[in-house]
């Protein structure tokens, strides 16, 4: 709000009234191109979305599970499934509405921080959210980098579980330096998830250690490099 506030004074940001009507959903609902995307050269799109997606809402679920206190000794989330059936619900769902992709956040962990711990908490954002609709002029005036501060507030958070980490072994250390880094630096949980899947096994080989890599981690490096080599980061 102060942000906003001096974002106002200094002319940066104009009034645009407090309430509006919502726009209406008929030019974005349900018009789907189902017959495009099950065209064949579609297809590496479709699976390279779906993975991004797949480990960016990992990732996230994680990070905040691990905030909360949800996660056993061995880092493990119970219940998981249900949390991830839910995410991809909400993803479909909100295509099919012409929104943008309806995920989780790791901004949530501020929430966490605050002791949100249940669905009640998720309930009454989306209340709030649902709100905020009518009050769109409102919530447009605040400016993008108003966000910052929390922004850094939910990255203290979040580093306080590096803490967890084997530090004095670095090929353990190494990727995971090099997914934390390089979120930031993409713009993306789900990049800097795929930068650590395909450091992990090369720093293992390079340290002549791959027995402690699965066959299933070499297969998704190997994913993740075409990934970036056909899309780009």
């Given amino acids: 709000m102060v942000v906003s ?22 030019p974005v609902v349900g018009k789907l191109d ?22 960016d809402t990992t990732g996230t679920l994680i990070a905040v599970g ?39 956040y790791v901004e949530s962990a501020s929430g966490v921080a605050a002791g949100g711990r249940t669905g009640l908490v998720a309930v009454t954002v989306g209340i709030l959210f649902l709100l905020c609709v ?8 605040v400016p993008a ?18 803490a967890t980490i084997d530090w004095n072994d670095l090929t353990e250390a190494g990727p995971v330096l090099i997914t934390a880094i390089m979120m930031p630096l993409s713009f993306s949980i789900a990049n800097g998830i795929a930068l ?3 450091a992990y096994p090369l720093v293992k080989w390079l340290a002549g250690r791959t027995g402690e890599v699965s066959i299933s981690m070499w297969v998704l490096a190997a994913f993740f490099i075409m990934k970036f080599i056909f899309f780009g980061i």
């Fill in 134 to 141: 009518f009050l769109s002029p409102l919530a447009a005036m």
């Fill in 66 to 104: 691990d905030k909360a206190g949800l996660a056993d000794d061995n880092g493990k989330m119970h219940n998981m499934d249900r949390a991830m059936i839910t995410d991809g619900t909400a993803s479909w769902a909100g295509a099919l509405m012409g929104t943008p992709t309806v995920t989780s």
């Fill in 196 to 198: 650590g899947f395909i």
């Fill in 34 to 55: 189902i017959m495009g995307a099950l065209k064949p050269e579609m297809l590496g799109v479709i699976v390279a979305f779906m993975f991004v997606n797949l480990f």
């Fill in 145 to 162: 980098y108003a966000t910052a501060g929390a922004l850094i507030y939910v990255a203290v958070l979040m580093a306080g579980s590096l």
């Fill in 5 to 26: 506030g001096i974002g106002l004074v200094a002319g940066d940001i104009a009034f645009q009234g407090v309430y509006s009507a919502p726009p209406s959903l008929e």
